[in-house]
């Protein structure tokens, strides 16, 4: 049975390189960054010649990039320091946002009393006139709206959100995860004050991430016991996987334009194939729509299909397809995907609707076949 991986939004396969090179630093820098002896300085060379690698990606200071354990912790840590250091009484974020964001925002809510505005959508796009008006506040306010949501694939114009930020005094924050690797941000131009990242969505190693802290910005711990990373994030640097990430995204930018054109034009064969094979498919958000959605996430809904989506996904997964009904933190859960909530009506909600999401190692054959299965489900 052929087999083919279409979650790629969930997680993504890591590269040969990405290995060797995660090999290569277990065996020979196996020493402690804060150590001071010989095998520690060696290890910290290593740390630092990543963090230097790392910022040079985005223009930016290595003193400006917080190694973490991935997209959560970073983003926990911009929210939870925002609210507790600097001074923020009021977050603006969507309801569409990943749930590290929104669990976060939610629970500060709670123990710390702050007011939450939720940003309306136009068809799952921030509504920026919307934003506008939320902004003008004395509260001191730090918006959190996401780049290329994990779901839809919708992209946020973050200049645009950026610069209306900065004119009325706000912070900006930005979930990355789904765009790291896939589009070029030039920090030093972006009107953007903190960002997070996640390896394992640009090929490289699960459990290591990044945050980009604007210097002089005022964040502080959240965790306690060490001065690692600037005294942000305390505990011993996991240094083979911020080798690992390093390598991933050094590769992914190196070819980004090529690989992204290569994505894009493999999403939009899908597309194409999917409405002949069965041309009652609605995409969700557009996100079928070339430079409003990334190449890498498609949103389907299926009205003509009864199958539940869970159960649809179960008949893909049997025939060696994988997919997802929303975000990997929801896949436990019978539950309709809290952004499709958002977007769809109820009578929309009761389709079964599902995201496929391609790399560079997807093929014409993989969507081929997959749309074989489709088919044959439908009929």
Same mark, same amino acid.
């Given at each position: 049975?052929?087999?083919?991986?279409? %979650?790629?939004?969930?997680?993504?396969?890591?590269?040969? @390189?990405?290995?060797? /090179?995660?090999?290569?630093?277990?065996?020979?820098?196996?020493?402690?960054?804060?150590?001071?002896?010989?095998?520690?300085?060696?290890?910290?060379?290593?740390?630092?010649?990543?963090? #230097?690698?790392?910022?040079?990606?985005?223009?930016?200071?290595?003193?400006?990039?917080?190694?973490? =354990?991935? !997209?959560?912790?970073?983003?926990?840590?911009?929210?939870?320091?925002?609210? #507790?250091?600097?001074?923020?009484?009021?977050?603006?974020?969507?309801?569409?946002? $990943?749930?590290?964001?929104?669990?976060? /925002?939610?629970?500060?809510?709670?123990?710390?009393?702050?007011?939450?505005?939720?940003? %309306?959508?136009?068809?799952?796009?921030?509504?920026?006139?919307?934003?506008?008006?939320?902004?003008?506040?004395?509260?001191?306010?730090?918006?959190?709206?996401?780049?290329?949501?994990?779901?839809?694939?919708?992209?946020?114009?973050?200049?645009?959100?950026?610069?209306?930020?900065?004119?009325? !005094?706000?912070?900006?924050?930005?979930?990355?995860?789904?765009?790291?690797?896939?589009?070029?941000?030039?920090?030093?131009?972006?009107?953007?004050?903190?960002?997070?990242? =996640?390896?394992?969505?640009? $090929?490289?190693? #699960?459990?290591?991430?990044?945050?980009?802290?604007?210097?002089?910005?005022?964040?502080?711990?959240?965790?306690?016991?060490?001065?690692?990373?600037?005294?942000?994030?305390?505990?011993? @640097?996991?240094?083979?996987?911020?080798?690992?990430?390093?390598?991933?995204?050094?590769?992914?930018?190196?070819?980004?334009?090529?690989?992204? @054109?290569?994505?894009?034009?493999?999403?939009?064969?899908?597309?194409?194939?999917?409405?002949?094979?069965?041309?009652?498919?609605?995409?969700?958000?557009? =996100?079928?729509?070339?430079?409003?959605?990334?190449?890498?996430?498609?949103?389907?809904?299926?009205?003509?299909?009864?199958?539940?989506?869970?159960?649809?996904?179960?008949?893909? %997964?049997?025939?060696?397809?994988?997919?997802?009904?929303?975000?990997?933190?929801?896949?436990? =859960?019978?539950?309709?995907?809290?952004?499709?909530?958002?977007?769809?009506?109820?009578?929309?909600?009761?389709?079964?609707?599902?995201?496929?999401?391609?790399?560079?190692?997807?093929? #014409?054959?993989?969507?081929?076949?997959?749309? %074989?299965?489709?088919?044959?489900?439908?009929?």
């Amino acid at each position: 049975m052929k087999r083919v991986y279409l %979650d790629n939004a969930a997680t993504t396969p890591l590269r040969k @390189e990405v290995s060797d /090179v995660m090999m290569a630093v277990l065996t020979n820098s196996y020493g402690n960054p804060s150590s001071s002896h010989a095998f520690g300085r060696s290890a910290k060379a290593v740390l630092e010649s990543c963090r #230097k690698q790392v910022a040079s990606f985005f223009n930016i200071s290595p003193a400006e990039i917080i190694f973490t =354990s991935g !997209g959560t912790e970073a983003n926990n840590l911009i929210l939870q320091s925002a609210v #507790k250091n600097l001074g923020v009484k009021h977050l603006i974020t969507s309801r569409v946002e $990943h749930h590290a964001v929104l669990h976060t /925002v939610g629970a500060l809510a709670i123990s710390e009393g702050i007011k939450v505005s939720y940003v %309306d959508l136009i068809n799952g796009a921030v509504n920026l006139e919307h934003l506008e008006a939320l902004l003008q506040t004395k509260e001191r306010t730090l918006v959190s709206l996401m780049h290329v949501n994990n779901e839809t694939g919708t992209i946020l114009n973050i200049d645009r959100v950026g610069a209306m930020c900065k004119e009325y !005094g706000a912070w900006f924050h930005s979930d990355t995860v789904q765009s790291i690797g896939h589009f070029n941000l030039d920090l030093q131009k972006l009107p953007i004050d903190f960002i997070t990242a =996640s390896a394992h969505k640009f $090929h490289g190693p #699960k459990g290591i991430g990044f945050v980009f802290v604007r210097k002089n910005s005022g964040v502080q711990p959240i965790l306690f016991g060490g001065e690692q990373e600037r005294g942000l994030r305390p505990g011993t @640097e996991a240094l083979h996987d911020i080798a690992g990430m390093t390598e991933a995204l050094k590769l992914a930018i190196d070819a980004m334009n090529k690989e992204y @054109e290569y994505i894009q034009g493999l999403k939009t064969y899908f597309v194409e194939s999917l409405k002949r094979a069965i041309p009652e498919v609605v995409f969700n958000a557009n =996100s079928d729509t070339v430079g409003k959605t990334t190449a890498t996430i498609l949103n389907v809904r299926f009205p003509k299909l009864k199958s539940k989506g869970e159960m649809l996904q179960f008949q893909l %997964d049997l025939k060696g397809i994988a997919v997802s009904r929303g975000s990997a933190c929801q896949s436990g =859960s019978a539950q309709v995907s809290h952004v499709l909530k958002e977007i769809l009506t109820a009578d929309e909600l009761q389709q079964p609707s599902l995201r496929f999401s391609f790399s560079i190692f997807n093929t #014409k054959d993989d969507v081929d076949y997959t749309i %074989d299965v489709l088919k044959a489900l439908s009929s």
